[in-house]
């Protein structure tokens, strides 16, 4: 009843504030889409074959597995989680953009530095790409990500190792 009640609510944020986030797993800013009511169908049609089932007549291997396989479905289904297993998947199967290395530094170590700044934390739920461009210029390294219709630019210091000094730039 209750995941039944919680598709109903997606439905009206959805109608009603198309733009607002369903507030489903933390306090990231996605908004209601197609994920999030696949994700409350799911769990309404996981509490309606559970209801359906008699008990004690599923073995602890099987519940096993379909709660393993039900886990694995939430998780590819809540964009709340995207930053904690999608980005590091798409970073492992997208190579950035292979630069010669300026100034002795190679490109990986200003990921490295740009991947712990705070600039990049702040920036980071807007980025839809993988590195897109680089170049160097007057001791920086300029670093180009996609950013939901806009790009972000970030500038990594070629001298030092302050995740501070990291600077962003969204622009149109």
Request: proline share 7%; aromatic share 6%.
């Amino acid at each position: 009843m209750l995941t039944a009640g919680f598709l109903a609510y997606l439905r009206y944020a959805h109608v009603a504030a198309p733009a607002t986030s369903c507030g489903c797993l933390g306090t990231h800013s996605q908004p209601v889409d197609v994920r999030s009511f696949a994700r409350a169908g799911l769990l309404l049609a996981g509490a309606l074959l559970a209801l359906a089932a008699p008990s004690g007549t599923v073995s602890a291997p099987v519940v096993a597995v379909v709660v393993a396989m039900e886990v694995a479905a939430l998780l590819a289904l809540s964009s709340e989680l995207d930053g904690h297993w999608l980005t590091p998947l798409r970073r492992r199967l997208v190579r950035p953009v292979a630069a010669p290395p300026q100034d002795g530094v190679p490109l990986e170590a200003s990921l490295h530095l740009l991947r712990r700044s705070p600039a990049y934390c702040s920036a980071s739920a807007q980025l839809t790409s993988d590195v897109q461009e680089t170049w160097d210029q007057d001791g920086v390294r300029f670093v180009v990500y996609g950013a939901h219709g806009r790009t972000a630019v970030f500038a990594v210091p070629l001298t030092g190792d302050d995740p501070g000094q990291v600077k962003v730039a969204l622009v149109d």
